[in-house]
């Protein structure tokens, strides 16, 4: 199988799909093993309001199927103040596994609205499915912990010209 039909199977994964695309989805994982991707820090950092007070956090964004499908594997460090947001063209259900991901995360799963539909923990290595009860347009992955730390929680609304312009703020 070539890595460009793995890759899809592996979007189709993280679209949704029913799990019995589980065995073309661990063919896709191996075909885009490699170097760590890093994508560029996009120019408007991701704010919400916590506590009266603005959050700010630098992102990559992964806006295509190949970005979405790497995300943040193999990447051994992430800023503090960093993260990863995933744009999907639309409103779905999804879910995303951690294997190739040596760093514990935080997937914050987002409505189309803009605001936090669940945060979930991504295990190190683990081939688990994480997905939210419904349907998500975004997932913000950030360093396990950083969700309870800087006070996201579910229901908080996040703010990004991405998000902006579906949530139409």
Same mark, same amino acid.
């Given at each position: 199988? *070539?890595?460009?039909?793995?890759?899809?199977?592996?979007?189709?994964?993280?679209?949704?799909?029913?799990? $019995?695309?589980?065995?073309?989805?661990?063919? #896709?994982?191996? #075909? @885009?093993?490699?170097?760590p991707m890093e994508l560029p820090v996009d120019a408007a950092p991701l704010t919400?309001? $916590?506590?009266? %007070?603005?959050?700010? !956090?630098?992102?990559?964004?992964?806006?295509? $199927?190949?970005?979405?499908?790497?995300?943040?594997? !193999?990447?051994?460090?992430?800023?503090?103040?960093?993260?990863?947001?995933?744009?999907? %063209?639309?409103?779905?259900?999804?879910? !995303?596994?951690?294997?190739?991901?040596?760093?514990?995360?935080?997937?914050?799963?987002?409505?189309?609205?803009?605001? @936090?539909?669940?945060?979930?923990?991504?295990?190190?290595?683990?081939?688990?499915?994480? $997905?939210?009860?419904?349907?998500?347009?975004?997932?913000? %992955?950030?360093?396990?912990?950083?969700?309870?730390?800087?006070?996201?929680?579910?229901?908080?609304?996040? *703010?990004?010209?991405?998000?902006?312009?579906?949530?139409?703020?």
């Open positions: 199988m *070539n890595a460009r039909i793995a890759a899809i199977a592996l979007s189709l994964f993280l679209a949704g799909a029913p799990l $019995a695309l589980t065995p073309p989805v661990a063919v #896709a994982q191996e #075909a @885009v093993q490699g170097a919400f309001e $916590a506590d009266g %007070e603005t959050v700010s !956090f630098e992102i990559e964004i992964a806006d295509t $199927a190949e970005r979405r499908a790497r995300g943040l594997m !193999f990447r051994t460090d992430l800023p503090e103040d960093r993260g990863m947001l995933f744009v999907f %063209e639309e409103t779905r259900p999804v879910g !995303f596994w951690m294997k190739n991901t040596p760093s514990p995360l935080d997937l914050v799963f987002i409505g189309e609205d803009g605001r @936090v539909i669940d945060i979930l923990p991504g295990e190190p290595f683990s081939t688990a499915s994480i $997905a939210p009860d419904g349907p998500s347009r975004f997932v913000l %992955e950030l360093n396990q912990g950083t969700s309870q730390r800087v006070g996201l929680a579910p229901g908080t609304r996040l *703010n990004h010209p991405a998000i902006d312009e579906v949530a139409g703020n």
